[in-house]
């Protein structure tokens, strides 16, 4: 027996591997003192309100998504990308992500790759 307290789910903590990349890279920016984290916090909070504002019911699932609006605005109140820059690769993943048989890995193509080192 162990002395871990119950958990209600057994189930992953992330249900994307994008999820769990979102979260690693707040937490890579944080650490490197790009924001604090009381910043993230109210940077997510926002994201969350904007979200309900806009009819999302907060049942849990678009958490993450909620996440990777945070950090884009972040990313962009920063100046550390372009908000245009991140549009074209949000729209180069989504892409390639459609035109990607199901179970393969996601591949960006070449231009779509310059713009991912560009952001």
Known sequence: MTD???????APVFREPWEA????LVLAM???GLFTWLEWTQALSAAIARA?????PDLGER?????LEALERLVVERGL???LALGGLRQAWR???EMTPHGKPVMLGR???ALDRSA
């Not at 958490?63 to 996440?67: K, Q």
């Open 4 to 10: 871990a307290p119950p958990c209600e789910i057994e």
């Open 21 to 24: 990349q979102a979260f690693a």
């Open 30 to 32: 944080h650490q490197r």
């Open 52 to 56: 309900r504002e806009a009819g999302d």
């Open 63 to 67: 958490y993450y998504h909620h996440w």
């Open 81 to 83: 990308a372009p908000a």
């Open 95 to 97: 892409s390639a992500g």
């Open 111 to 113: 231009a779509a790759r």
